[in-house]
């Protein structure tokens, strides 16, 4: 049986990060640190650091500035925190885009689109609020209890959670197997 002691963890870190990729490295610094510093264990800290990186990047694709500013010329608001249940929540605070923060279907060959489903594979929960003034935040819890001595150790189906289809599920890839046509070869 593992022994787990908590340790403080900033109740609430909050940071302005630069609207563009710009500001997204120190965030993930500043969260790693203060996570690793707090107890959290490894595997729930780099879920978390993930999930910030994905909040940051689709709220700079997607979203405005804060506070009305063009883009590239403003900021949006990072925060992390663990609740006294022991509850890690990520939020990313972006000013409102054209469209809702909602997981997409890409392509296998997209370059893109995959980071909402991403943060579902890994989060025990996930959602969007609306704020003052058009702003949006989308909230993820990472992990229910930190200090639970499982934590982050659950996610060794992570990658049947978010891999393509099989290639007999893709339109058009109907037909004899790739595999096949290898028999000709012997």
Do not use: Y
């Amino acid at each position: 049986m593992a022994l787990v002691v908590a340790q403080e963890v900033p109740t609430s870190s909050s940071m302005a990060v630069p609207h563009g990729p710009a500001g997204v490295g120190e965030a993930r610094r500043r969260m790693r640190e203060q996570l690793r510093g707090g107890g959290v264990p490894e595997p729930v800290v780099d879920d978390a650091v993930l999930i910030l990186s994905e909040l940051l990047s689709n709220a700079c694709k997607h979203g405005r500035p804060l506070q009305g500013a063009l883009a590239g010329d403003g900021c949006v608001r990072a925060a992390w925190r663990v609740d006294a249940a022991g509850r890690l929540v990520v939020e990313v605070t972006d000013g409102g885009g054209p469209t809702r923060p909602a997981p997409a279907t890409p392509s296998i060959t997209a370059h893109g689109g995959r980071g909402l489903n991403i943060i579902t594979a890994l989060a025990d929960d996930w959602g969007v609020r609306d704020e003052a003034h058009g702003e949006v935040t989308v909230w993820v819890v990472v992990h229910s209890d930190v200090h639970d001595p499982d934590a982050g150790h659950r996610r060794h189906d992570f990658a049947a959670r978010v891999a393509a289809p099989p290639v007999s599920a893709i339109p058009g890839m109907t037909g004899p197997s790739f595999a096949d046509g290898f028999d000709e070869l012997d």
